[in-house]
T-cell receptor, first 115, second 115 residues
């Protein structure tokens, strides 16, 4: 089974600053997909950003961007101009096209944005 | 998110009783999933379905069964609930092979407490 590791259980950042959340994964596959999901206190799971492994260009969605290093099996999330509403649990997830397109999640990083 | 609903939202049940959680979608997606979320573990896959009557086990399937008799409904059953099954349960849907990079749409979750 693929392993997804988020090494930072908790992080804190001041409003308007930039923060980077780390994620590494272990796989022998060459074709796969990577995701970051956000879970605010409301408990709803929200897709933040996605990356297709065969695309070398790093994905960007407004203030959110990733640093995808395929050889290093690293997929970090950068949040720029942090806002109070970014306070949430963030999960990194790996999807292999076989095995039912199941998502394998990391344990999460709790991010607190302070004024 | 419109398109996927879970019921009930909260449930308290006694040890040894059967419990069924329901997931209903209106998106006509082929793939449906059940996850459980526990502190320190992220989300772990219980079972998934890739079509009517087509299901498969996930990482933590012991003590759970599923059924999918219609495209829109995916039921999760705890045959005899135990305290270790106290958790938040999430249902998710996916287009699977049609658009794997879209990831999942999640339901709002069911908080189950077994006393």
């Amino acid at each position: 089974a693929q392993t997804v590791t988020q090494s930072q259980p908790e992080m804190s950042v001041q409003e308007a600053e930039t923060v980077t959340l780390s994620c590494t994964y272990d796989t022998s596959e060459s074709n796969y997909y990577l995701f970051w999901y956000k879970q605010p206190p409301s408990r709803q799971m929200i897709l933040v950003i996605r990356q297709e492994a065969y695309k070398q260009q790093n994905a960007t969605e407004n203030r959110f961007s990733v640093n995808f290093q395929k050889a290093a099996k690293s997929f970090s999330l950068k949040i720029s101009d942090s806002q109070l509403g970014d306070t949430a649990m963030y999960f990194c997830a790996f999807m292999k096209p076989l095995s039912g397109y199941a998502l394998n999640f990391g344990k999460g990083t709790s991010l607190l944005v302070t004024p | 998110d419109a398109g996927i609903t879970q019921s009930p939202r909260h449930k308290v049940t006694e040890t040894g009783t059967p419990v069924t959680l329901r997931c209903h979608q209106t998106e006509n997606h082929r793939y449906m999933y059940w996850y459980r979320q526990d502190p320190g573990h992220g989300l772990r896959l219980i079972h998934y379905s890739y079509g009517v009557k087509d299901t498969d086990k996930g990482e933590v399937s012991d003590g759970y069964s599923v059924s999918r008799s219609k495209t829109e409904d995916f039921l999760l059953t705890l045959e005899s609930a135990t305290s270790s099954q106290t958790s938040v349960y999430f249902c998710a849907i996916s287009e699977g092979d049609r658009n794997p990079s879209y990831g999942y749409t999640f339901g709002s979750g069911t908080r189950l407490t077994v006393v």
